[in-house]
């Protein structure tokens, strides 16, 4: 069992940044691969990014490549999110994931949530 809490998330203006993390329970850490998604009030939770257990690999949903970067210290059983240049339409409640599988981009890849944080964009 695995318990997820995120935090960082808050109001910024447009143009912004912020980074989001999300600390992991157990000593297992490294051992799951790592994601974030998020969730616009009316729509359906979306795949944000993800990282591969060792972090030797990233992937990025199309909207956040070049503006969002992922990445965890197993160290210290934690992902992040570092979040720069935001847009309203960024504004979401945030979730990290981890699995017991191999990486992805959907939902149901990944077997362990956290309650996730609201980030708030302005315009």
């Known amino acids: 069992q695995v318990q997820l809490v995120e935090s960082g998330g808050g109001l910024v203006q447009a143009g912004g940044s912020l980074r989001l993390s999300c600390a992991a329970s157990?000593?297992?850490?490294?051992?799951?691969?790592m994601a974030w998604f998020r969730q616009a009030p009316g729509k359906e939770r979306e795949f944000v990014a993800a990282?591969?257990?060792?972090?030797?690999?990233?992937a990025y949903a199309a909207s956040v490549k070049g503006r969002f970067t992922i990445s965890r210290d197993n160290a210290k059983n934690t992902v992040y999110l570092q979040m720069n240049i935001l847009k309203p339409e960024d504004t979401a409640v945030y979730y990290c994931?981890?699995?017991?599988?191999?990486?992805?981009?959907?939902?149901?890849?990944?077997?362990?949530w956290g309650q996730g944080t609201q980030v708030t964009v302005s315009s």
């Open positions: 990282i591969r257990r060792s972090g030797s690999s990233t």
């Open positions: 994931a981890a699995g017991l599988r191999d990486w992805g981009t959907t939902m149901s890849q990944y077997d362990y």
């Open positions: 157990g000593r297992t850490f490294s051992s799951y691969p």
